[in-house]
C-alpha cells in the first residue's frame, strides 16, 4: 500500500512538473519578444565562447609594424592600422563592452533600489530629501558628468572595471524613479497593510512580499540598465575617454575615427563593431520588451 502511494506521488510530481514546463513553452510562443532577445544574445555569448577557444585572442594587441589588411584567408575581418586582427579584436572585446554595462546596471539598479525602497515605503522626509535628489540629478545631462569625471581620472590609467563604476555615477537615478512608482503603488495594497497590521517589520515586508513581487520588472530595469551603460561606455569611448589599452567595441570606433578608416574605405575595420554593437542593443531591447510584457499585467499575454 504505501509503496502504491509513492508511485502515485511520484507520478504526481512529475504531471506538476510537466504542466510547469508546459506552460513556460506555451507562454514563450506568445512572447516572442523575449524569444527573440534571449536568442540574439546567446549568439553572441556563443561567438565569443567559440571563438575565445578556436582562435587566438592575443592578436587583438597592436604591433610595433603595421599595416591595415582586407579580410583574407588567414585574417577573416582584415586588420587595423595597428596591425590588430579584427577578429579577435571582435572577440576580446564583446565581452569587455558587456561587462561595462553588467558593472553599471548592477549597481545602478541595486542603488536605484534601495533607493526606491527607503523613500517609497517609510515616506516622510526621507522620501522628499531622496525624491528631490533623483529629480535634480535627472535634469543634468548624464553624459556631461560622466565626461567630466573620465576626463578627470583619465591621466591615471582606466580599465574596464573603473569605466564601469564611472558610467554607473548616474545609472542608478532613472532605477531608482521608476521602481519608487511601483513600490508606492504596492505600499497601498491590502496584502501589504494586513501585514503591517499584523506586526510585520518593514525589511520584512520589503524583503518577503514586496520584493519578490517587484522581481520582473526589476530585471526589465536591470536590462535597461545595461542597454544605457553601454550605450554611454562606447559614446565616452568614441571621444578618446575609455581604457586605452583594451580592445572593447567603443575603444575600436575611436580608432575607426582616430584612422579616418572611413574616408580610406577601410570597411572591414567599421562594420564588424557596428554589427556587434546592433545585435547587441537589438537583443536587449527585445529582452527588455519581453520581460516588461511579464511584469506588466496590462500586457501580458497569460502564461
Known amino acids: 500500500m504505501a509503496s502504491s502511494v509513492a508511485v502515485a506521488s511520484g507520478s504526481s510530481g512529475k504531471v506538476v512538473q510537466s504542466d510547469r514546463w508546459g506552460n513556460v513553452v506555451r507562454y514563450l510562443r506568445r512572447n516572442p519578444t523575449l524569444v527573440v532577445g534571449i ?9 565569443w565562447l567559440v571563438g575565445s577557444v578556436v582562435y587566438d585572442t592575443s592578436k587583438s594587441n597592436p604591433l610595433s609594424v603595421a599595416t591595415v589588411q582586407p579580410p583574407s584567408a588567414k585574417l577573416p575581418l582584415g586588420s587595423d592600422r595597428q596591425g590588430r586582427d579584427l577578429l579577435a579584436v571582435m572577440i576580446a572585446g564583446t565581452p569587455l563592452t558587456l561587462r561595462i ?35 535634480v540629478g535627472l535634469t543634468i545631462p548624464g553624459l556631461l558628468v560622466l565626461i567630466i569625471v573620465a576626463v578627470s581620472i583619465r591621466g591615471k590609467g582606466l580599465d574596464v572595471n573603473q569605466m564601469g563604476l564611472i558610467v554607473a555615477i548616474t545609472a542608478w537615478l532613472w532605477p531608482a524613479r521608476t521602481i519608487r512608482s511601483q513600490v508606492l503603488t504596492m505600499r497601498e495594497r491590502t496584502w501589504v497593510e494586513v501585514a503591517r497590521l499584523s506586526g510585520v517589520g518593514g525589511l520584512e515586508i520589503i524583503f518577503k512580499e514586496m520584493m519578490p513581487n517587484l522581481m520582473p520588472y526589476m530585471l526589465a530595469s536591470l536590462v535597461g540598465s545595461v542597454s544605457s551603460a553601454v550605450l ?14 583594451q580592445p572593447t567595441l567603443g575603444m575600436t570606433i575611436y ?4 584612422y579616418s578608416a572611413l ?22 531591447f527585445m529582452l527588455s520588451m519581453g520581460l516588461d510584457e511579464l511584469a506588466n499585467p496590462r500586457l501580458r499575454r497569460g502564461v
Open 39 to 47: 536568442i540574439m544574445l546567446f549568439l553572441l555569448l556563443g561567438f
Open 101 to 135: 554595462g553588467l558593472i553599471a546596471g548592477l549597481l545602478g539598479v541595486g542603488i536605484g533600489t534601495a533607493v526606491a525602497f527607503l523613500a517609497g515605503y517609510y515616506r516622510g522626509p526621507l522620501d522628499t530629501f531622496l525624491k528631490g535628489t533623483v529629480d
Open 232 to 245: 554611454a561606455s562606447i559614446g565616452l569611448e568614441a571621444l578618446g575617454l575609455g581604457p586605452m589599452s
Open 255 to 258: 580608432w575607426v575615427i582616430f
Open 263 to 284: 574616408l580610406h574605405g577601410f570597411w572591414w575595420w567599421w562594420a564588424p563593431p557596428i554589427a556587434i554593437i546592433v545585435i547587441l542593443f537589438v537583443g536587449l
